[in-house]
Each structure stands twice: as C-alpha cells, then as structure tokens.
C-alpha cells in the first residue's frame, strides 16, 4: 500500500524546536524524479506550503519560513523529517506531507498523509 | 513569489447547480495550475492538474480551463459530496503557492 505518514509531537512550548517526520510506504524518496513536500494548514485557514525535497537532495522552501526551516531525508528509513525552529502560536497548524507526482513537464500532489496537528502553547 | 488569488472565497449553491471558481496568478504561469478540494477533517483530493487535465477517478463533472494568469474550475451539477474547500496552486516556480479557498456550501 503506497501512504504517507507524518508524526511528531501534538503538543510545543513557544520558541522550541518542532521536528516532523514522514515515513513513505510502498515507494522510494531515493527513486529518481521523487519529491516530497511539507504543507500546513492553520485551524480554519488556507494551505501553505512550506518544503520540498527531490530525490536528488535539491531543497525548496517557503520564503517567508526559509530561516527557520529545515528539510532533509533518511533514505534507509524511507523518512523525510522537517525542523522548524523558534515555534511561535501562529504556527498552530495541521502539518502535512504529501508527494508530488510528474506527468511530463507538470506535477501535481498526488498522495497526502492524513496530517498531524500541532498545538504551540505555554 | 507568485501569488494566487481565487474567488469567490466563499458561495452557496444547491445540488444540480453550475458552480464556477476562479483563479488568478500574479505573474504567467502557462497551464501550471492544479485544483484540489478538502472535505473537513480530511487531507486535500486532487481534481485537475495541469489546468484542465482530470485526475483518474475524479468524476466527469469537474473540469478546468484556462492559461496563462487566468484560470477556472467548474462542477458542471453540483452533488451532495462536492460540497467542500476548493483550491487552485501554481507549479510553475517554487516556492509553490496555494489560493486562499473557496468554501462551496450548501443553499
């Protein structure tokens, strides 16, 4: 069964360190044309998008959130982990991972895990 | 970075109904716009990618048009499941941006 799967902790203090991951099953973040995002979506607002990461290591990341944020992956564990630093309220949000998909020069997501929402609060 | 913009941000509309949504990129972005729609408590479902391709399994009522800045998503009769968030994002450059929502209720 091919999923994606985000995790972490449910509950931050403000200015911590929140630390994501996402386990792939069912494919390969190392097969080539691979990428995975990280999105999230605040409790009644729009999705925003934040990281991605390519098979061949290439990063992206969401202008406003690049000091803070930090993509990597783990082939072996078939793992994408995100960090983002200095964790303030207004990140309380839904974090998604979802993999984008590339049907020739286009690419859409196509696969999204079910989200991990996060709570920011003293 | 780009910026998208849909409207309506929000619109009733009862089952059977033509329902159009709009979109618009602040710079060109070709055919490089996908539309998603999320159900409360659920992850995004694709609909269309690349303007007005539809995704396998997505019923035939929704399509896409459109190229360049401007660009639309229709549900030709709206049913009972269609009511929902939809969301237009542009892949032609990252950072990927996603539109604001447009939040299809019942009438």
Redesign the interface.
């Known amino acids: 069964q091919v999923t994606l799967k985000e995790s972490g902790p449910a509950l931050v203090k403000p200015t911590q360190t929140l630390t994501l991951t996402c386990t792939l099953s069912g494919f390969s973040l190392s097969t080539t044309g691979m990428r995975v ?1 990280w999105i999230r979506q605040p409790p009644g607002k ?4 934040l990281a ?1 990461i390519d098979w061949d290591d290439d990063k ?4 406003s959130l690049k000091t803070r944020l930090t993509i990597s992956k783990d082939t072996s564990k078939n793992q994408v982990v995100l960090t983002m630093t200095n964790m303030d309220p207004v990140d309380t949000a839904t974090y ?1 991972c ?1 993999r984008m998909h590339s ?2 020069s ?5 696969l ?4 991990t929402l996060v709570t920011v609060s003293s | 970075d780009i910026q998208m913009t849909q409207s309506p941000s929000s619109l009733s509309a009862s089952v059977g109904d033509r329902v159009t949504i709009t979109c618009r990129a602040s710079q060109r972005i070709s055919s490089y716009l996908n539309w998603y729609h999320q159900k409360p408590g659920k992850a995004p479902e694709l609909l269309i990618y690349a303007a007005s391709s539809l995704q396998s399994g997505v019923p035939s009522r929704f399509s896409g048009s459109g190229s360049g800045t401007d660009f639309t998503l229709t549900i030709s009769s709206l049913q009972p499941e269609d009511f929902a968030t939809y969301y237009c994002q542009q892949t032609y450059s990252t950072p990927l941006t996603f539109g604001g929502g447009t939040k299809v209720e019942i009438k």
């Open positions: 995002s729009a999705l925003e998008w991605r992206f990341y969401r202008t998604y979802a049907s020739g286009h690419s859409y997501f196509d999204w895990g079910r989200g």
